[in-house]
């Protein structure tokens, strides 16, 4: 399956900084007004290409700059011969500037502009123009309503740079939001349009750069990446002379009694994604099933710390925490790991543990918590971690002095220098048990394989989530294991093993 994003850029913005951008392309000499109606074409022609039989539309128009694309939209709509209409949600004679122009060229055109009206009758392509990056705290009435009239009307829906509502900093919907079948983007590609709810309302994602310079938009440091094969690391191929002894050892700490399946999928998992030898220390009781189920793992039951610490000598990566559990058990497995100076991943019971203090997080560790393990260790509730999951990311790895992944639908990867990622692949398909249990293994394979931490965490994201979209074309009931065969071909594809 081709990587349907590849025509997305990889940098990602916020508000601020697009507002930025905008502002240095205008400094440098292209006026606003131009800006926007470059916006108002790029918008159209990606209107026209999805719906080319529609015939009609209806923008809903703000009082901003977004407005003014809606305005031109309908203006363009109208010169093409279709059935155009503006449902001005802000009375036209507040407009002003750009907003005020694109109006009145609107009016022009022979466009019908009316008040919109909670009755107001909608028809063909609906136009959100609602409101744009200049969105500040809950979205208030008449928009609020406006959009659920939108939402409720079954018509289909383009956004205008992205989708009202919807924060371009968090993806989080500011009480409510837009549901878009398509977003058309402009100028910078913005972080909020791929994380949190916004997988929800973006629907498909296009970009339109507005042939802005690109050393202006290049002098700007980006606020994140966007996770592409061409910039997530890359496998060394490996010597004809290759041995395993250059490909690491890990050992996966999990499994109490009832959740022996989670430390063995990890264990697979690296193994599957080409760690030179993989070690599994769990309860006695599940080394029979493990060796019956993959005999290249190397199963070992552990009943206490210091056995495990005798284990933990022969090894290079640790993966802590499948199935671990909160009792006894898992508390003294944790607590001996930690003392290791071993590159870690901690997920699930881990996180758990250590967000009561069980244990403290050794140099070189990549944490993987889903949002309710995320919120236990930042000690909030979990809508308070998804309202801003890049905030929440980027203070676990502050927290921790780690490498963290914030899982969930846009999973983040930050590092504690500030260094954020965003992956826009995946699948709901993916939201079953034993999803995360793979990815903890696969970081820790490619950890073991020498990648560092965060190129490791970012790889391992991309890799799982494009292995669930392939996956996920036969629909629901992915089983976790499912993705071994898929992420091999896939790390493959992107890194082969030999020249
Ligand atoms: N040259 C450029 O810059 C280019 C910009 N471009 C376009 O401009 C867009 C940004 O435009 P913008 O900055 O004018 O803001 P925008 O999103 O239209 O809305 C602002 C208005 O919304 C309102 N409002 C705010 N919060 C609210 C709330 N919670 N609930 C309800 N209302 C709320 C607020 O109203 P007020 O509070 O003032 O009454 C304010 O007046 C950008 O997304 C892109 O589409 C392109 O044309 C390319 C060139
Ligand atoms: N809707 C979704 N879209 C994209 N990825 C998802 C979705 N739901 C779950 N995932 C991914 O599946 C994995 C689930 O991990 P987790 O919740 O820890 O499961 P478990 O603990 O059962 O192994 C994560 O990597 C997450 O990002
Ligand atoms: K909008």
């Not at 918590?369 to 790895?397: K, N, Y």
Request: charged share 20%.
């Amino acid at each position: 399956m081709p990587d349907s994003h590849d025509d997305l850029p990889i940098p990602l913005y916020s508000a601020a900084q697009v507002r930025e951008l905008d502002a240095r392309l205008i400094a440098a000499g292209t006026p606003g007004f131009e800006l926007m109606q470059r916006a108002g074409h790029a918008a159209w022609r990606a209107l026209r290409r999805r719906w080319p039989d529609a015939g009609a539309l209806t923008v809903l128009a703000g009082r901003g700059n977004n407005a003014g694309d809606g305005y031109l939209v309908a203006a363009l709509a109208k010169r093409a011969g279709w059935l155009a209409r503006v449902l001005a949600v802000c009375n036209p004679a507040q407009l002003q500037g750009d907003a005020a122009k694109a109006c009145d060229e609107a009016r022009q055109a022979g466009v019908e502009i009316q008040p919109w009206r909670e009755c107001a009758r909608l028809e063909g392509v609906l136009v959100d123009a609602l409101l744009g990056t200049g969105l500040s705290g809950e979205v208030r009435e008449p928009y609020a309503q406006a959009i659920r009239q939108l939402n409720a009307s079954g018509l289909p829906v383009m956004a205008v740079d992205i989708p009202s509502g919807l924060s371009a900093d968090t993806g989080r919907a500011l009480g409510v939001a837009v549901r878009a079948e398509l977003t058309v983007t402009f100028i910078g590609l913005k972080l909020g349009l791929l994380t949190g709810d916004a997988p929800d309302c973006v629907g498909a994602l296009a970009f339109a750069d507005l042939q802005a310079d690109p050393q202006i938009v290049a002098g700007l440091p980006a606020e994140a990446v966007r996770l592409a094969a061409g910039n997530v690391a890359r496998l060394a191929p490996r010597p004809r002379s290759a041995h395993k002894g250059r490909y690491g050892h890990l050992l996966v700490v999990g499994g109490d009694r009832g959740l022996g399946g989670a430390a063995l999928l990890s264990a697979e998992s690296a193994l599957r994604s080409g760690a030179g030898l993989v070690s599994l220390a769990t309860r006695s009781e599940h080394v029979p099933a493990a060796l019956a189920r993959r005999a290249e793992v190397m199963s070992v039951g552990v009943s206490s710390a210091n056995q495990l610490l005798a284990l933990m000598e022969r090894v290079d990566v640790l993966v802590v925490g499948p199935g671990l559990g909160q009792a006894a058990w898992g508390r003294s497995l944790l607590s001996a790991a930690a003392r290791g100076a071993r590159a870690q991943i901690w997920d699930a019971d881990a996180l758990n543990l250590l967000s009561v203090g069980a244990a403290s997080v050794p140099a070189n560790t990549v944490l993987t918590p889903h949002p309710g393990e995320a919120a236990r260790l930042l000690g909030c509730d979990i809508s308070a971690v998804q309202a801003d999951r890049p905030a929440a990311v980027r203070a676990l790895a502050r927290k921790y002095a780690a490498v963290a992944i914030l899982k969930g639908a846009g999973s983040l990867i930050a590092d504690p220098d500030g260094r954020l990622a965003v992956c826009d692949h995946g699948h709901p398909a993916m939201a079953g048990a034993g999803l995360g249990d793979v990815l903890a293994g696969l970081v820790g394979g490619l950890l073991a394989q020498g990648l560092p931490p965060f190129e490791a965490a970012c790889l391992a994201v991309w890799l799982h989530a494009r292995a669930g979209e392939r996956l996920a074309v036969q629909g629901r009931g992915l089983a976790a294991g499912d993705l071994f065969p898929v992420v091999r071909q896939l790390l493959e594809e992107h890194a082969p093993c030999l020249n």
